[in-house]
């Protein structure tokens, strides 16, 4: 059985990580699995790219730049919301690619920026073949957003896009569902990273009479698993004295990721029973904003991007809690990974996280938007951070759903299931 997957970037972005540890997984398991990807940054031979020249690079960067200028116009010159939709108007045909050729089963990710087309799906259902799209975000079933947030307007045929401002039903997002609907009698098979993604695509006019099925995303427990938390500090030139809270993302400063809410919420915890002084914040990720800092009431260090998730599994199991205020979250990949190393995650009670937290079990669920209860849920963790309890819980999680042979297990019984049919 050879499983091809389609992902835009080799190692860039949430979906791109996922994928990447569920193809290693599968591999583990003795399948034959490459992933194409249009951006590649490694020598992997089991990774293939579309950009084969110097030319084919600059016509798939010219792509994305046409999408994003189409996006542009509509938006009327507002760069507000850019990259929070995506039309996949212009992209490669890899119907003829030899990889797709030999595939028994195409197996989508995130395609978006340029990769694939519209079109260029379509061609690839044509073929015949079993296709499995993994959502990780909710860009498949709805016109052209990745997140709706407040908006049900997928429900039915999207229109009056609110990241476009639109007062028209046929606007940007309503045409665009037009020439995706093609997904409504497809075969494709849904697969969604947590059960509240999967209710999304129940409720979608595209997805909701395809099959859907959910796996979660899938964790290396040769990586991320948990270590002394005294040797990491000491590792890592952390204090060993302060309560240490943890927060990472690509983009710290995206509002989505919700700095702003642990920031109200850190500053109602130092009116409590702790000290700004016994208190540290270690953030890690992008911030190109410093602005988000600014009213920071307890000490921090910010690290910047790490790509290297060995340091990553460090910080986690130095932390004594990590904190997760996204608005929303389609899994909850840094929840998962903290969790591995022993280290209880606070998260609002709102999206894909709430498979993975058992309240004051191995985590705290914090009502949406309520920083008193985020600050609740801070001391929750740090007050009973030297309890076994709660750090077995955790790992008992990951190790009940969340290991390679448990996750690729269950997408193998899906191939299998959709080539015998």
């Excluded at 705290?364 to 985020?374: C, E, P, S, V």
Aim: overall charge positive; glycine content about 4%.
């Amino acid at each position: 059985m050879k499983i091809l997957f389609i992902n835009t970037s080799e190692h860039i972005g949430g979906a791109s990580i996922a994928a990447n540890r569920l193809m290693s997984a599968l591999q583990k398991g003795n399948m034959e699995v490459f992933i194409l990807v249009r951006d590649k940054d490694t020598d992997n031979p089991t990774v293939a790219s579309i950009n084969q020249s110097w030319l084919n690079q600059k016509v798939n960067y010219l792509r994305f730049v046409w999408e994003r200028l189409v996006i542009f116009f509509y938006n009327k010159f507002n760069r507000e919301n850019l990259f929070r939709v995506s039309i996949a108007n212009t992209g490669t045909d890899i119907s003829r690619h030899p990889l797709v050729k030999e595939a028994d089963v195409i197996h989508l990710h995130w395609i978006n920026q340029g990769f694939l087309s519209l079109a260029d799906i379509e061609k690839l259902i044509k073929l015949g073949k079993p296709v499995v799209w993994t959502m990780h975000d909710m860009w498949p079933c709805t016109g052209i957003c990745h997140y709706a947030g407040n908006c049900s307007n997928f429900t039915n045929k999207c229109g009056y896009c609110p990241f476009l401002k639109s007062t028209r039903n046929n606007d940007l997002s309503n045409k665009a569902w037009k020439k995706k609907n093609f997904i409504i009698s497809s075969s494709i098979q849904i697969v969604t990273v947590s059960s509240w993604l999967a209710n999304i695509a129940k409720q979608s006019s595209l997805t909701r009479k395809l099959a859907i099925e959910t796996i979660p995303n899938v964790i290396d427990a040769s990586i991320l698993f948990k270590k002394d938390k005294g040797v990491m500090r000491e590792s890592l030139s952390l204090p060993s004295d302060k309560n240490i809270i943890l927060m990472g993302a690509a983009r710290l400063d995206d509002p989505i990721k919700g700095l702003n809410y642990l920031v109200n919420a850190l500053s109602l915890l130092i009116d409590g029973e702790y000290k700004k002084e016994n208190l540290l914040l270690v953030l890690f990720g992008e911030i190109k904003n410093k602005e988000v800092l600014k009213d920071l009431s307890i000490p921090y260090i910010s690290l910047g991007l790490i790509k290297d998730i060995n340091l990553i599994a460090n910080l986690y199991s130095a932390a004594d809690v990590t904190v997760v205020p996204s608005l929303y979250e389609t899994f909850g990949q840094t929840i998962i990974e903290a969790m591995a190393c022993g280290c209880p995650t606070v998260s609002f009670d709102n999206s894909g996280q709430t498979d993975i937290i058992d309240h004051k079990v191995n985590g705290y669920l914090a009502a949406y938007r309520n920083t008193k209860d985020f600050a609740d849920g801070i001391h929750w963790a740090l007050h009973n951070k030297n309890n076994p309890k709660i750090a077995n819980a955790c790992l008992k999680k990951v190790q009940d759903n969340y290991t390679e042979s448990i996750v690729a297990g269950k997408y193998i019984s899906l191939y299998k299931k959709l080539l015998e049919s």
